[in-house]
């Protein structure tokens, strides 16, 4: 009761899935330990590309689709702090979201730019209201990174930079939207559905731009862009589809084709659902409530890139939730101070 009246802006009704989607399949199951704590996942015209929240090297891991083998690997000399999620352009560049922070006590958080030609770039963000955890990046048509934050309470933030990227200097960020989404009943992950289903594990964005995707523990959302837009895009309704009896499902791609994958820790499948982008439509389920600062133009790539729930808690859910907080989330490992 407490925590609803905190949240008044958050609406909208459950999501079904939409007719006609295609279940999840299993496309293959990762064997390689490296591949233990899998958190972010994108698609290439000929493989697939995967990156782990742990580890003291930037490290991106390139998968044979027939047999999840590990086939390259594209590091670069930084340690990161906590990598939660990957994006791919087009020219192949890679770009690493190390945006983790259970605990809530980064300064800043981070970006890793991957070039196909072997250079990498480090970009710092900052938060304007404190800091936050997040395992989702959207990446722009325009080349500008997006965040959505993941909250205990299922309130998640839509971020991108106010300025373009700077290698000498943090970037502020500013807070354009809230993604509020309704618990489901789908099975899976690490926590019960009512939870689960409202953390914001991972994104994705089609390869041409005209579909967004967000994924919680249990469900993926998809969602029309208009004019490449992704914060309006995330104004809209969802298609949901059910993504069941995922371990701790936090990764999410699309494949040229059109193809979503979804993937989880502790070396489960690597699944795919057929025709995704073509069966988005119009769904209820999913709202967004976007500040001033959201009807802003978005500047120009030149601009930007550079050179180079509203949820429904009982009275044990307070008690579930401050668990959580006092855990760091579900993770089971000690993130190392900063």
Same mark, same amino acid.
């Given at each position: 009761?407490?925590?609803?009246?905190?949240?008044?802006?958050?609406?909208?009704?459950?999501?079904?899935?939409?007719?006609?989607?295609?279940?999840?399949?299993?496309?293959?199951?990762?064997?390689?330990?490296?591949?233990?704590?899998?958190?972010? !996942?994108?698609?290439? $015209?000929?493989?697939?590309?995967?990156?782990?929240?742990?580890?003291?090297?930037?490290?991106?891991?390139?998968?044979?689709?027939?047999?999840?083998?590990?086939?390259?690997?594209?590091?670069?000399?930084?340690?990161?702090?906590?990598?939660?999620?990957?994006?791919?352009?087009?020219?192949?560049? !890679?770009?690493?979201?190390?945006?983790?922070?259970?605990?809530?006590?980064?300064? %800043?958080?981070?970006?890793?730019?991957?070039?196909?030609?072997?250079?990498?770039?480090?970009?710092? !963000?900052?938060?304007?209201?404190?800091?936050?955890?997040?395992?989702?990046?959207?990446?722009?048509?325009?080349?500008? $990174?997006?965040?959505?934050?993941?909250?205990?309470?299922?309130?998640?933030?839509?971020?991108?930079?106010?300025?373009?990227?700077?290698?000498?200097?943090?970037?502020?960020?500013?807070?354009?939207?809230?993604?509020?989404?309704?618990? %489901?009943?789908?099975?899976?992950?690490?926590?019960?559905?009512?939870?689960?289903?409202?953390?914001?594990?991972?994104?994705?964005?089609?390869?041409?731009?005209?579909?967004?995707?967000?994924?919680?523990?249990?469900?993926?959302?998809?969602?029309?862009?208009?004019?490449?837009?992704?914060?309006?895009?995330?104004?809209?309704?969802?298609?949901?589809?059910?993504?069941?009896?995922?371990?701790?499902?936090?990764?999410?791609?699309?494949? $040229?084709?059109?193809?979503?994958?979804?993937?989880?820790?502790?070396?489960?499948?690597?699944?795919?659902?057929?025709?995704?982008?073509?069966?988005?439509?119009?769904?209820?389920?999913?709202?967004?409530?976007?500040?001033?600062?959201?009807?802003?133009?978005?500047?120009?790539?030149?601009?930007?890139?550079?050179?180079?729930?509203?949820?429904?808690?009982?009275?044990?859910?307070?008690?579930?939730?401050?668990?959580?907080?006092?855990?760091?989330?579900?993770?089971?490992?000690?993130?190392?101070?900063?």
């Amino acid at each position: 009761m407490l925590l609803l009246a905190a949240c008044p802006a958050l609406s909208g009704g459950q999501a079904a899935g939409q007719p006609g989607t295609a279940d999840p399949r299993v496309r293959c199951t990762p064997r390689d330990e490296r591949l233990t704590e899998l958190s972010g !996942l994108a698609a290439g $015209p000929r493989h697939w590309f995967a990156v782990g929240d742990g580890g003291s090297v930037v490290r991106v891991y390139e998968l044979d689709p027939r047999d999840c083998s590990v086939v390259d690997v594209r590091s670069a000399d930084v340690d990161p702090y906590d990598v939660e999620d990957l994006a791919r352009q087009a020219d192949g560049t !890679l770009w690493l979201a190390d945006t983790g922070d259970n605990s809530s006590r980064r300064d %800043t958080v981070a970006v890793h730019v991957l070039e196909p030609s072997g250079a990498a770039e480090l970009y710092r !963000l900052k938060y304007p209201d404190g800091p936050r955890d997040a395992e989702a990046l959207l990446l722009g048509r325009d080349g500008v $990174p997006h965040l959505v934050t993941k909250h205990p309470l299922g309130e998640a933030g839509i971020y991108r930079p106010v300025a373009p990227l700077d290698s000498r200097e943090p970037v502020e960020l500013e807070r354009v939207g809230t993604l509020s989404l309704e618990p %489901t009943d789908t099975p899976g992950g690490p926590l019960p559905a009512s939870f689960g289903s409202v953390l914001v594990t991972g994104g994705a964005v089609a390869p041409r731009h005209e579909v967004v995707a967000v994924r919680t523990y249990t469900d993926a959302y998809l969602y029309p862009v208009p004019n490449g837009d992704v914060v309006e895009a995330l104004r809209g309704e969802p298609v949901r589809v059910p993504l069941p009896n995922e371990p701790q499902g936090e990764a999410i791609a699309f494949e $040229p084709d059109g193809d979503l994958l979804t993937a989880s820790e502790k070396l489960a499948p690597v699944r795919g659902v057929e025709n995704a982008v073509s069966s988005v439509a119009a769904r209820p389920g999913a709202t967004v409530t976007t500040t001033s600062s959201a009807d802003r133009p978005v500047s120009s790539p030149e601009r930007w890139f550079p050179p180079t729930r509203r949820v429904l808690l009982g009275l044990g859910g307070v008690v579930v939730v401050t668990s959580l907080l006092l855990l760091g989330g579900v993770r089971r490992r000690a993130r190392r101070r900063r």
